[in-house]
């Protein structure tokens, strides 16, 4: 089971973001809302995934998202922001394009969310499949 943390300030967007992410096989979703209660959530169960909404205006958000990077280099992000998808695998960054307030607009933007999140948790399961290499 790989465990997907959601972390927005809005209860309706977390709300969404988890039933949509939780109807996937084998994946676990959490939310939060509060900044530290994501950190503490990362550093007992750290997540495979975490999918942050910023597309509402609010101060701490994309501070955290900062230090969520900072502290936490590698691990894989998917960053909802106004107009736009970020989408970091822990190595490079890529963006997708995601304008409109319309109802299309939404279905269009979850739908890349949820493909995201399938190519992100498959790139984890391969990164724990690999076999170890070392020298003999």
């Not at 959601?6 to 509060?34: C, K």
């Not at 391969?126 to 020298?135: A, D, F, H, I, T």
Request: charged share 25%; no cysteine.
């Amino acid at each position: 089971m790989m465990r997907v943390l959601v972390v927005s300030p809005h209860a309706a967007s977390r709300a969404l973001l988890s039933r949509f992410l939780d109807a996937e096989p084998d994946v676990e979703v959490s939310a939060t809302g509060e900044p530290d209660d994501a950190f503490a959530s990362i550093k007992e169960h750290k997540p495979a995934l975490v999918v942050v909404d910023l597309r509402r205006p609010d101060e701490d958000h994309p501070l955290f998202l900062g230090l969520l990077r900072k502290r936490h280099p590698s691990l894989p992000v998917i960053s909802l922001v106004p107009g736009r998808l970020r989408i970091f695998d822990g190595r490079s960054e890529r963006v997708r394009e995601a304008h409109g307030d319309t109802a299309e607009a939404l279905h269009h933007l979850m739908g890349s969310v949820l493909q995201a999140t399938r190519d992100l948790l498959a790139q984890h399961l391969l990164r724990m499949l690999r076999p170890p290499v070392g020298r003999a």
